[in-house]
């Protein structure tokens, strides 16, 4: 075998068989109320931040993940399956990518010293982390669209073979994100020889107006690492929902670079000064580890962690299998922070080059507790003879030209959105097409409102299909014939817009003649609960409820879907007015298997304490339940056993979720 031989890079199809869960059906039901992001501040921490900081942190908030439906079908009762891998590797680095789940670097292997660079996580566990619910742990995130996970973490992504500039196979990974209506690609390159992953990233905007952006590069590794960035200040960001500036590597009193010192989950934005390589890195006790660095557009570096209390170790334990390792993440972005994005001019583009490969230095120099700067100028010392700044620099040179290339072989197929966008906008998106044949059911309605002017009536009764709300489409909307599934989209598309009394109008009206009026139904009981008419509110949920049990058609997946989805906001909603007899007449009606679920058990938990029952229901918690989309941060079940236990009894460690101080 020639030397050229051996360091050819190649490009393949695998699979990667594992512990693990399906994603299961969406929420049919359009997220009029956004999820709930833990990465808000109030207005007090705003103060003495930098000015064009606090101006990020204001441009443009995420309100609503529309037109995203939420991900929350998948359980907990683990089962071999199977996921499509695309493998790309040299003789120094095997990459392993899972294009069906956002393009996930799910491990990074390097094969000279047999060493796993990532925390590789040993299942597939969704849980309810992302924008929009289901989102897994472990290697190498690409995350776009606004603060929090994407919306695309356990979403197929285009991907294709393209040429590299070293004339060897590159993996191309592509999509249209829908938050904010912006096409991305990842470029993933492996030169020759090369200990070094490139990753090319390009966001475009091929709008006529400004957009905002997001991305942060998120890299778990495990959290027995050190982690070292070149920076002296870092602003943390807890989950009281405050932002202030500390020192680094200690604050408090403890060193916050070692991910187990602390007690609770934190972020820790590091102040990496201007002209100063951008890098982070994370070292084992050995001075073994992964470094990150890039391009200077991705200016921001951040360490997210656990910690070592009792929330902390749950959540660990929830998201892979209990007594494996934990991991904390390593992070790049477009900011300072999470909390902000980034303005890209109409018709521009954003385009860098990240590069991950092992880094080794003097395990006592890295460890160094008492000199930061010996520890990161060891780092940084090391990182420049392996991987030269100038280096990645042309690096980025000779890939720009190579990210209009057109892809060969069609590796993976991502979503039909695109090509919908596409086709609306008489777009041209060089080396990203999104071809007409990925156009499914979903997209046909709004293809046929853009070449006809008119939104087809259903063929038959099922759950409404998802809602574009973006301007272009609204507008479409707003002209076609005001038929019953016109004016519920088009009530859709007006409340994402922050026109609610026209939304709610377009509703009633639809609910006039509609043949299916629960989708209506439900919609108005939403914006009566956000104008606090909760009395009413019950009143049309109760109504909803009644009419989808009497029109749903069978027990398949989309039916009890919805059925699930609306019978879980109705007895919430009838709880919160003290209406349990109705409640209960909801739940009685859910299909046996979605009463069974966590979620359901957790309910049926407040339905018995509101019937007075409080002995049962604490013998719903005794007996024990799973919320497998319980959300990151949330605390309602602690809430509810602060109502069930006896004086001085603590929150079961099984249920111990929290992620800050409890009051």
Known sequence: MTHSQAERTTLRRDVLTLPGVALGASDPLPPLRPLDELHVLDDRAKQDMPRDMARQIG?????????????????????????????????????????????????????????????????????????????????????????????????????????????????????????RDLPFQVDLWLPAGSDFLHVGVRIRNPHERPAPVYWWSNIAVPEEHRVLAPADEAW??????????????????IDRTYPLSGEYPADYFYEVPDGQRRWIAAF????????????????????????????????????????????????????RTQLEHVRLDAGGEFAWLEAYGPLD???????????????????????????????????????????????????AVGSGWGALEVERGG?????????????????????????????????????????????????????????????????????????????????????????????????????????????????????????????????????TAATAALGREAMEALLAVRRPGAARCVRERLHPTTRARGRFRLLEARLLLAEGEKEKARAVFDAGFEVADLREGAETIAVLWDSLAEAGERLPAQYDFTMRPRA
């Open 59 to 179: 441009y443009e908030p995420l309100r609503s993940i529309l037109p995203e439906r939420v991900k929350n079908g998948y359980g907990r009762d683990r089962a071999p399956v199977t996921l499509d891998t695309l493998v790309l590797e040299n003789d120094r680095l095997r990459v392993t990518v899972l294009p069906g789940l956002g393009g996930r670097i799910h491990s990074l292997f390097h094969k000279p010293t047999g060493r796993q660079l990532l925390y590789s996580n040993p299942v597939f566990q969704p849980a309810d982390f992302a924008l929009n619910g289901a989102w897994f742990s472990g290697g190498i995130e690409w995350n776009i669209g606004a603060t929090g996970h994407t919306t695309l973490s356990c979403a197929p992504l285009h991907a294709a073979r393209v040429t590299a500039p070293d004339g060897g196979d590159m993996l191309r990974l592509w999509e249209w994100e829908r938050l």
């Open 236 to 253: 943390h960001f807890g989950y009281e929902r405050s932002l202030r500036r500390v020192p680094v590597p200690e604050s408090d009193g």
């Open 284 to 335: 084992d006790d050995d001075g073994h580890g992964l470094v990150q660095t890039s391009t200077d557009l991705l200016r921001g570096r951040k360490l997210f962690l656990w910690g070592h209390g009792a929330g902390g170790r749950r959540w660990q334990e929830w998201l892979t299998e209990p007594g494996t390792g934990g991991y904390a993440e390593i992070q790049a972005g477009l900011a």
């Open 361 to 411: 230095a003097d395990a006592d120099s890295v460890h160094c507790d008492e000199d930061w700067a010996t520890a990161r100028g060891e780092a940084e010392d090391r990182l420049e003879a392996a991987l030269p700044r100038a280096d990645v620099d042309a690096a980025y040179a000779v890939w720009r030209p190579h990210a209009d290339a057109e892809p060969g072989e069609m590796l």
């Open 427 to 559: 777009l041209k998106l060089p080396g990203t097409p999104f071809d007409q044949c990925t156009l499914g059911d979903e997209q046909m309605p709004w293809l046929h409102l853009l070449r006809s002017g008119a939104l087809p009536e259903p063929r038959r009764v099922a759950p409404p299909g998802p809602t574009l709300v973006a301007p272009h489409w609204r507008d479409m909307l707003e002209t076609a014939p005001a038929k019953p599934h016109t004016e519920y989209h088009l009530g859709v598309a007006q409340w994402h817009a922050g026109d609610r009394a026209q939304a709610v109008r377009s509703w009633e009206r639809g609910l006039e003649l509609a043949p299916s009026r629960w989708p209506l139904l439900r919609c108005l009981a939403v914006a009566d609960q956000e104008d606090g008419y909760h009395e009413r509110a019950a009143d049309r949920y109760e109504e909803a409820f009644d009419d989808l049990c009497q029109e749903r058609r069978d027990d398949g997946e989309a039916w």
